[in-house]
T-cell receptor
Framework: DTGVSQDPRHKITKRGQNVTFRCDPI?????LYWYRQTLGQGPEFLTY????????KSRLLSDRFSAERPKGSFSTLEIQRTEQGDSAMYLC????????????FGPGTRLTVL | AQRVTQPEKLLSVFKGAPVELKCNYS??????LFWYVQYSRQRLQLLLR??SRESIKGFTADLNKGETSFHLKKPFAQEEDSAMYYC??????????FGQGTRLTINP
């Protein structure tokens, strides 16, 4: 499968624990995006990387959230001290540079905070 | 601020009937508009974009800047069109702003 992959697909954790998700983009894509989707809503933008540089962060990304893309390839999204409100589907997408290129989405990581 | 509104959370039509999924947006610049689709147990995927002006799986969407709308249409619905549809906009190469989605059900 040469598409965007995410790991794990499901994560159940207790409130207050830290969790980390991984996204592997399509190999030649230099742009990587994280979105969050809660029940009944469309995906909401969290943050965006071009290569290893994090170029934009949403105000949804509180100081408990951190994202990295250290070598411009895979990315990680960490949530510290999880809260029940963090329960959501976390989506990763990647695209190539250039105008009008499509964002390709991964299958998502579903987080449940108990 | 950028915003995308899909007024219908649920839409149900019979097979063979026309389908129209509504999308309105607010944006001061020149956005790029998209329709994404998510079939059952599959990932989100691009259906079409206004730049391409093409028909995909019989669906078309016309950008109406005067009405700030980008409605998705298909003249004859098929059962395999049942899915979740999201309208989205983007400025340049940046983030996508999604609507809340419309669940389309095609009844046999």
């Amino acid at each position: 499968d040469t598409g965007v992959s995410q790991d794990p697909r499901h994560k159940i954790t207790k409130r207050g624990q830290n969790v980390t998700f991984r996204c592997d983009p399509i190999s030649e894509h230099n742009r990587l995006y994280w979105y969050r989707q809660t029940l009944g809503q469309g995906p909401e933008f969290l943050t965006y990387f071009q290569n290893e540089a994090q170029l934009e962060k949403s105000r949804l990304l509180s100081d408990r959230f951190s994202a990295e893309r250290p070598k411009g390839s895979f990315s990680t999204l960490e949530i510290q001290r999880t809260e029940q409100g963090d329960s959501a589907m976390y989506l990763c997408a990647s695209r190539a540079s250039g105008a009008y290129n499509e964002q390709f989405f991964g299958p998502g990581t579903r987080l449940t905070v108990l | 601020a950028q915003r995308v509104t899909q007024p219908e959370k649920l839409l149900s039509v019979f097979k063979g009937a026309p389908v129209e999924l509504k999308c309105n947006y607010s944006y001061s610049g020149s956005p790029e508009l998209f329709w994404y689709v998510q079939y059952s147990r599959q990932r989100l995927q691009l259906l079409l974009r206004h730049i391409s002006r093409e028909s995909i799986k019989g669906f078309t969407a016309d950008l109406n800047k005067g009405e700030t709308s980008f409605h998705l249409k298909k003249p004859f619905a098929q059962e395999e069109d049942s899915a979740m549809y999201y309208c989205a906009l983007s400025e340049g190469a940046q983030k996508l702003v999604f609507g809340q989605g419309t669940r389309l059900t095609i009844n046999p």
